[in-house]
């Protein structure tokens, strides 16, 4: 089994950029996809970004991901920072009938 | 709209049993792999269990494994998780998620979550 790793906590002040990584352990960051959600305080997950670097219906173009094969993470860039976005964001991933999360990472919009 | 609303939760003493159930709502639930999730207090995210639409594939994590059994009833449309044997490192809110769209292999939606407490 492989682990997603993200850094604990990131911050940045309103309409900067901020980019959150999620770095896989072993195997190939490209051979699932990665999902990004996003987790406010004391509400369920909500997805903002799956298959990579798809975004739902409803979530503002602000939010991107993507992979990066060389350093075998993925990546959530959010443009514009809003104080709403202040929230956890979870990435996750899957393999062999095994669905993985990193660690989760703060994000505070100061 | 999807709805997915969990009920059962509660405080039970280590080594107790306890019955997860999550209602659907708003789709075709037969067509969809459902999920359970749950997250300590403070913490990040943890898979915990996952039943194909059939429940022909039924998968767990291995801190659960031989401990909780997912089930689901399509014609209540409803997903279930029996958990025995409580440990209090089993505390957490608990969330049914289904399967994305697309399919592969995400969460999409999540229901709002159902604490359970392992304590004495």
């Known amino acids: 089994n492989f682990m997603l790793t993200q850094p604990h906590s990131v911050s940045e002040s309103p309409g900067k950029t901020v980019t959150i990584s999620c770095t896989r352990s072993?195997?190939?960051?490209?051979?699932?996809?990665v999902q990004w959600y996003q987790q406010r305080p004391g509400s369920s997950p909500t997805t903002v970004i799956y298959e990579d670097n798809q975004r739902p219906s409803g979530v503002p173009d602000r939010f991107s991901g993507s992979i990066d094969r060389s350093s075998n993470s993925a990546s959530l860039t959010i443009s514009g920072l809003r104080t709403e976005d202040e929230a956890d964001y979870h990435c996750?991933?899957?393999?062999?009938?095994?669905?993985?999360f990193g660690g989760g990472t703060k994000l505070t919009v100061l | 709209e999807v709805q997915l609303v969990e009920s059962g939760g509660g405080l039970v003493k280590p080594g107790g049993s306890l019955r997860l159930s999550c209602a659907a709502s708003g789709f075709t639930f037969s067509d969809y792999r459902m999920n359970w999730v749950r997250q300590a207090p403070g913490k990040g995210l943890e898979w915990v269990s996952s039943i194909s639409s059939s429940s022909s594939y039924i998968y767990y994590a291995d801190s659960v494994k031989g401990r909780f059994t997912i089930s689901r009833d399509n014609a209540k449309n409803s997903l279930y998780l029996q958990m025995n044997s409580l440990r209090a490192e089993d505390t957490a809110v608990y969330y049914c998620?289904?399967?994305?769209?697309?399919?592969?292999?995400?969460?999409?939606?999540w229901g709002q979550g159902i604490l359970v407490t392992v304590s004495s």
């Open positions: 996750q991933s899957y393999d062999s009938n095994n669905w993985v």
């Open positions: 998620a289904r399967e994305g769209d697309s399919g592969n292999y995400w969460f999409d939606p």
């Open positions: 072993s195997g190939s960051i490209a051979s699932n996809y």
